[in-house]
């Protein structure tokens, strides 16, 4: 089964860190591909460089003034939802006041 895990990052979560903690922390991440089960992913750009479509109306920035932002998913595949969350607790930014939210992916046939 595949599964989404987005995550969910508390801005400003790493002001401060010294730029080899910042590495550190980015190797953690890249270290998930690693993980034969982990099949693509992608940190997005800051929230400030959005753009919402709703009901056709366009505007600049995120829609809702939430702590945490959506800063990247990992999509993986794995054998139920333990497995998923097996992975989903080794993404850094839960760690930091963040959160990973794990979603199974609808599959259709076609």
């Given at each position: 089964m595949r599964y989404a895990l987005l995550i969910y990052e508390n801005p400003g979560a790493h002001e401060g860190k010294s730029p080899a903690e910042r590495q550190a922390i980015t190797a953690e991440y890249m270290a998930m591909y690693d993980d034969g089960r982990v099949k693509s992913g992608a940190?997005?750009?800051?929230?400030?460089?959005?753009?919402?479509?709703?009901?056709?109306?366009?505007?600049?920035?995120?829609?809702?003034?939430?702590?945490?932002?959506?800063?990247?998913?990992?999509?993986?595949?794995?054998?139920?939802?333990?497995?998923?969350?097996e992975i989903a607790k080794r993404i850094p930014a839960q760690r930091f006041g963040g959160a990973v939210e794990v979603r199974p992916i609808v599959e259709y046939e076609r």
């Open positions: 940190h997005l750009k800051p929230v400030e460089t959005a753009t919402v479509v709703r009901d056709d109306l366009v505007t600049d920035g995120p829609f809702a003034d939430t702590k945490e932002i959506f800063g990247g998913f990992f999509l993986i595949e794995a054998d139920d939802l333990d497995g998923a969350l």
